[in-house]
Structure formats: C-alpha cells, structure tokens
C-alpha cells in the first residue's frame, strides 16, 4: 500500500467512522515511515474537515460528529508514543471546557473533536469548569488558549470572569469563546480574544492565535 492510499485511506476513515480502518491504516501509515504531521494533517485532519463542512450544512448531527472525532481518537492513540518522543508534536494546547454553571457540552464537543482533528492538543475540562479549573489546566498543560463555551444566557458571565482571571495573574492565555447566546459583540465586550460560531470556524480562528 502506498503513500497516498494510506492517506486517502485515513481521510475516508474519519469520514465514515470507521474505527478498525483508522486504526489498521495508522499502523501501516507508521511502518510506510510516515510522520504523525502527515498522518494527522493530510489524512485524518482533512477527514475532520469533511465532517466539520457536512455537519454544518446539516447533513450529518452530532452522534456522526462524535463518532468521527471518536475514530481519530482512536488513531491518535496509535500515535501518542511517537507525539511523546518528539516526531511530529501537535500545534499546541487547548484547554476546552463548558464554563461554570452550565452543563451543556454539544457544542464544545464539537469544537474539540474539530481541534483534534487539526492537529491540537486538546484537554477538555467537561462541563462546569470554574475559571481557576481552566488556568490551572492551562498551567499544568503548558497551554496556549482557554476555550469556554456557554451555553445558557445566565452562563455568559462566567466567561467574563474567565477573561478577568487570565487579567488578574497577568496570564498570557488566549481566552476564546462560543455557544448559542454567545456572540463576537460579546466577546468584544468583555475583552476576550476571539469568538467562534461554529466547529468548523473554531479551526482557523485558534490557528489563528497560534500561528
């Protein structure tokens, strides 16, 4: 099986979560001495894209989003032992999580699996996450953005104090938000460093911060 088959093959797996695919071309992508930047980058990342553009429009919903983003995990395991050892680290750290008070976790599951697929690092706080539960993530995790999304309208001024709290110890985090009663009219407001509508947009909006 040659390069771009491997490749392709990943993609298609993403695409179609098909988990035993992923994990079978992972393997053979490792011994074609393929590196993790490509394996993550041209092949499961543009898969992601394909689900990011097809749940946008509407044509796919979350359980497909979630089994998608579970198949990459799946590959990404495969791949840890190389991450670790210096080939191919990932973009960089995100610390997600839903902020606290709200439990609602569609959304920011969206934007993780999303991230994950672009070749970040992603640490997902879950639901509830007080603004010290994300800046010690931050820390532990060397990380470079904080991503709250708030779900509820009652919520919102959680990530005005997640944005306050990176002020307070002189933090260099990038603070980025989203979720339905969220809006950049908002983000603006309280200072925050970017906003994003939607999983696909979240990509290029933490590249963005990153780059």
Request: aromatic share 4%; hydrophobic share 40%; proline share 2%.
């Amino acid at each position: 099986m040659g390069k771009d088959e491997i490749i392709a093959d990943l993609k298609t797996a993403v695409e179609t979560w098909n988990v035993k695919l992923a994990q079978e071309t992972t393997k053979a992508a490792i011994n074609e001495k393929i590196s993790v930047k490509e394996i993550i980058e041209l092949g499961l990342g543009k898969g992601m894209d394909t689900i990011g553009r097809r749940f946008d429009a509407a044509e796919i919903y979350l359980p497909q989003v979630v089994a998608a983003s579970k198949t990459m995990e799946a590959a990404i395991k495969i791949l840890e032992p190389l991450m670790t050892a210096g080939d191919g680290s990932l973009r960089g750290t995100v610390i997600m999580g839903t902020v606290e008070g709200d439990i609602h976790e569609i959304g920011k599951n969206v934007c993780c699996a999303m991230l994950r697929g672009a070749g970040f690092n992603v640490v997902d706080l879950g639901p509830d996450t007080s603004s010290q539960a994300f800046l010690d993530a931050g820390e532990e995790h060397n990380a470079v953005i904080l991503g709250g999304s708030a779900l509820m309208t009652t919520t919102l001024e959680a990530q005005r104090e997640l944005v306050l709290a990176v002020k307070e110890i002189d933090g260099s985090y990038k603070c980025i938000f989203g979720g339905a009663p969220c809006s950049k009219a908002w983000c603006d407001e309280i200072g925050a460093d970017g906003y994003s509508a939607t999983g696909a947009e979240i990509i290029d909006l933490v590249k963005s911060l990153t780059g």
